[in-house]
């Protein structure tokens, strides 16, 4: 099992970018898929995640500007950001929690390598 991230890049402040995130590989149920995002001499922090069934959640940070919503079928999961803000500026990773094979006992975390995102003033 695989995250890819991507759609990562370069925006002027007030700008949108749009990052997605897709789990490959034999799964047997993705449960929440989160993204966080780290910024240099930071901790990494958590922005948003949603369930399975489609409820989203967000940091303050970015409650308002970003838009977190999936395509269970395409095990896909998308992040649209508006109004982005210099301190937007990170490196963006997605995870997720999976459940790969019915015969097992627990879900695990899977992580995704980042994508980085530079916003400008």
């Known amino acids: 099992v695989q995250l890819q991230a991507s759609g990562g890049g370069e925006a002027q402040a007030g700008g949108s970018l749009n990052l997605s995130c897709t789990v490959s590989?034999?799964?047997?149920?993705?449960?929440?898929m989160s993204w966080y995002r780290q910024a240099p001499g930071k901790q990494r922090e958590l922005i948003a995640d949603?369930?399975?069934?489609?409820?989203?959640k967000y940091a303050e940070s970015v409650k308002g500007r970003f838009t977190l919503s999936r395509d269970n079928r395409k095990k896909t999961m998308f992040l649209q950001m508006k109004n982005l803000k210099p301190d937007d500026t990170a490196v963006y990773y997605c995870?997720?929690?999976?459940?790969?094979?019915?015969?097992?006992?627990?879900?695990?975390?899977?992580w995704g390598k980042g994508t980085q995102v530079t916003v400008s003033s």
């Open positions: 995870a997720a929690n999976i459940w790969v094979d019915p015969v097992d006992t627990v879900s695990k975390d899977y």
């Open positions: 590989g034999s799964t047997f149920s993705i449960n929440a």
């Open positions: 949603i369930t399975r069934e489609g409820i989203d």
